[in-house]
């Protein structure tokens, strides 16, 4: 079992940054590739961001590419999702979740593949 529990979300100005914190407790936390993923009312939940195991493998959706960055320290069992250059559309409940992979480069987007969810973070991006 993995656990995992986000923190760092809030209220913030368009324009603005948050820093996301998602922290892993249970199995080996560095054998599993880890993704942030966001859902908006009346919306499906869709990808925004992976990261191998390794941390040398990135990905990201193309909404956020460039304004946001994922990475992780393995020694602290925490991935971070840094939000840069906010906008209203970025608002949601955000999650972190896990899936262990063989490879150390793979990442993963599909959230039908991954095994462990948070309980998820709201942000909210005021115009």
């Known amino acids: 079992q993995v656990q995992l529990i986000e923190s760092g979300g809030g209220l913030v100005q368009g324009g603005g940054s948050l820093r996301l914190s998602c922290a892993a407790s249970?199995?080996?936390?560095?054998?599993?590739?880890m993704g942030w993923f966001r859902q908006a009312p009346g919306k499906e939940r869709e990808f925004v961001a992976g990261?191998?195991?390794?941390?040398?493998?990135?990905y990201y959706a193309d909404s956020v590419k460039g304004r946001f960055t994922i990475s992780r320290d393995n020694a602290k069992n925490t991935v971070y999702l840094q939000m840069n250059s906010l906008k209203p559309e970025d608002t949601a409940v955000y999650y972190c979740?896990?899936?262990?992979?063989?490879?150390?480069?793979?990442?993963?987007?599909?959230?039908?593949?991954?095994?462990?969810w948070g309980q998820g973070t709201q942000v909210t991006v005021s115009s």
């Open positions: 990261i191998s195991w390794s941390g040398g493998t990135t």
């Open positions: 979740a896990a899936v262990q992979t063989t490879y150390s480069n793979t990442v993963v987007r599909s959230p039908l593949a991954y095994n462990y």
């Open positions: 249970g199995r080996i936390f560095s054998s599993y590739a």
